[in-house]
């Protein structure tokens, strides 16, 4: 072996280490540099996609895994992680194929099946989806986040809420993105519960923005609040909300942990979207009961669900039912100002019917 292959060789064994001690920049870093020194090699451009997906850097991983596979069209590892890239970047239709050559061309681990479970169900295919997520299950995959998932395609008995790490992941890969794709959705969330609250000529001493995400909430409470705090569980979420300079400050927790752990008083609430996220509210409406003072508002908006008080639909998304709301006033000392019936979003430009409720506390 000449010196100059020698040499990538050791590359890509230290990227290698690098890799499976989860020091992904420096893999990064070695696998590049193997690569020079020996371009084209398949190994090492699988390896380089592998590390960039883990990055989150799907639009970066998709060429070197395609350049893998016009060399090796029938190489496993770099078929299922050109279909996770696919995917990662919204080319859904364009993934299912791929991941099924991958299975097809040798086993797969769980995270395969169950990211092509994903594609499945992104495409409408629901069955063939659970019985995708099925596969992961029996082969070792997250048992808490596939049962979420199953319970959400199959209707059987819901979580009470979803995995911690699938709401913090999925929400640390939309923050870039956010602000624009909300757009597209119609979105209005926070404007139309914000109004109401600036409408009682109110100046609020401690305002809370439960899942502040992004900030868009708090842009409109800053000028009706002497103190505004943010909460919210995804990390990258949160860097953009501190870029705004509107927080007095910003917290990452879950919900119900943020307000187990607080002593408050808040005399005002407001979550917008973020039920949808949380699941069975009673502990919520607990805490906050016993965080803010009479008189005190709480404004928010749920999906409606015109069945049972909580269902956990195919979209991975809660919804409530107004009797449900209107139960949890009751049991926890709140007394419902308004309640408005109207879209919360768009989702494949159809509008998702939603509540929208201000309570008092009592």
């Not at 995995?163 to 794709?181: E, I, K, M, N």
């Not at 009479?294 to 908006?301: R, Y």
């Amino acid at each position: 072996m000449d010196k100059t292959l020698e040499q990538a060789r050791t590359f890509f064994l230290e990227g290698v280490a690098h890799y499976e001690a989860g020091r992904l920049e420096q893999a990064e870093r070695q696998f590049a540099a193997a690569l020079s020194l020996a371009p084209g090699r398949p190994s090492v451009l699988t390896n380089l996609g592998a590390v960039r997906l883990r990055l989150q850097r799907a639009a970066e991983a998709l060429p070197v895994l395609e350049e893998a596979l016009a060399q090796e069209p029938d190489n496993p590892e770099a078929l299922a992680h050109a279909a996770t890239a696919l995917a990662e970047l919204g080319r859904t239709p364009d993934a299912l194929p791929l991941f099924d050559r991958a299975i097809a061309a040798g086993p797969q681990p769980a995270t395969v099946w169950m990211f092509r479970g994903s594609v499945l169900r992104e495409l409408g295919r629901a069955q063939e989806a659970a019985a995708s997520y099925r596969e992961a299950l029996a082969r070792g995959g997250d048992a808490e986040l596939l049962n979420y998932y199953l319970a959400g395609l199959e209707g059987g008995a819901a979580p009470p809420r979803p995995p911690r790490h699938y709401v913090q992941g999925l929400f640390d890969s939309y923050a870039d993105g956010f602000d624009t794709h909300l757009k597209t959705l119609r979105y209005d969330a926070p404007g139309v519960l914000v109004q109401r609250l600036a409408a009682s000529g109110r100046r609020f001493a401690h305002a809370l923005d439960l899942g502040c995400g992004t900030g868009l909430c708090g842009r409109l409470l800053r000028p009706l609040a002497t103190r505004l705090t943010g909460v919210d569980l995804s990390p990258q979420m949160l860097a953009r909300s501190r870029a705004l300079g509107v927080y007095d400050d910003l917290q990452q927790a879950d919900v119900v942990e943020y307000l187990a752990a607080q002593a408050g008083p808040f005399d005002a609430v407001v979550a917008a979207d973020v039920f949808i996220y949380v699941g069975v509210l009673d502990e919520v409406f607990r805490l906050l009961a016993a965080r803010m003072p009479p008189g005190g508002l709480f404004a928010f908006t749920v999906e409606e669900s015109t069945g049972a008080e909580v269902v956990l639909r195919g979209s991975l998304r809660y919804a409530h039912s107004e009797a449900g709301l209107q139960r949890l006033a009751r049991e926890h000392g709140f007394r419902i100002q308004a309640l408005e019936r109207r879209p919360v979003r768009e989702d494949q430009r159809q509008p998702i019917a939603g509540l929208f409720a201000w309570m008092e506390r009592l």
